[in-house]
């Protein structure tokens, strides 16, 4: 059991480091631009308020409402994601590679 415990254990370890490892890169290269914070945080914010609002408007029920800002809060953790890889791939260490390797496959 012992030995089950402490492959457990470092899988654990393993998988927290590259989750720490991720969010500081992330903070790296977020840092360096403050258009991203922005970004990051002003248009989830937009979002939620004029579906607020728009739900307030139209009167709808509580089941609909909750329906919205679901839809809202998913399509925001996509949008974050889809941020965050591409800030990677443009302005990560290997920037330069990526930018040669795209315009390769684009002139062909």
């Not at 974050?80 to 930018?99: E, F, I, K, M």
Request: hydrophobic share 50%; glycine share 4%; net charge positive.
């Amino acid at each position: 059991m012992s030995l089950i415990w402490r492959m457990f254990s470092l899988s654990w370890q393993g998988e927290l480091n590259r989750y720490l490892a991720s969010a500081y890169k992330n903070w790296v290269i977020t840092k360096r631009n403050a258009f991203t914070l922005f970004e990051l945080f002003f248009w989830p914010l937009v979002s939620l308020l004029s579906i607020g609002l728009l739900t307030r408007f139209l009167m709808m029920d509580e089941s609909m409402v909750s329906f919205l800002i679901v839809g809202s809060i998913a399509l925001t953790i996509l949008q974050v994601a889809q941020l965050d890889v591409s800030y990677v791939l443009l302005c990560g260490p290997r920037a330069s590679r990526t930018h040669s390797s795209l315009r390769c496959t684009v002139g062909i």
